[in-house]
């Protein structure tokens, strides 16, 4: 079992920049590939980013693409979303997710944590 908490939401106004973290507790984290997902009112739960278990691979949404990067420091147990030029298309629950390998699905992940809201004004 992995306890996924996510951190660091909130309000900011366009172009502006946020990063999130997701902190993991319980099974070894350099064990599990890491994602991001988000979720706006009305909308279905997608894609935004993940990373490989050892940080060396990265994947994106178009969407998001060469905005938000993904890291993660295995030592702390962590995962980061670091989102820049924010937009107001960008306002969603944001999700971190654990799986065993990395993966562009919501089905590809076991473990999710409770989401933190980000909001994008205009």
């Known amino acids: 079992q992995v306890q996924l908490v996510e951190s660091g939401g909130g309000l900011v106004q366009a172009g502006g920049s946020l990063r999130l973290s997701c902190a993991a507790s319980g099974r070894t984290f350099s064990n599990y590939a890491m994602g991001w997902f988000r979720q706006a009112p009305g909308k279905e739960r997608e894609f935004v980013g993940a990373i490989s278990r050892s940080g060396g691979i990265t994947y994106y949404a178009d969407s998001v693409k060469g905005r938000f990067t993904v890291s993660r420091d295995n030592a702390k147990n962590t995962v980061y979303l670091q989102m820049n030029s924010l937009k107001p298309e960008d306002t969603a629950v944001y999700y971190c997710?654990?799986?065993?390998?990395?993966?562009?699905?919501?089905?590809?992940?076991?473990?999710w944590g409770q989401g933190t809201q980000v909001t994008v004004s205009s």
């Open positions: 997710a654990a799986g065993s390998r990395t993966d562009i699905h919501v089905y590809g992940y076991n473990y």
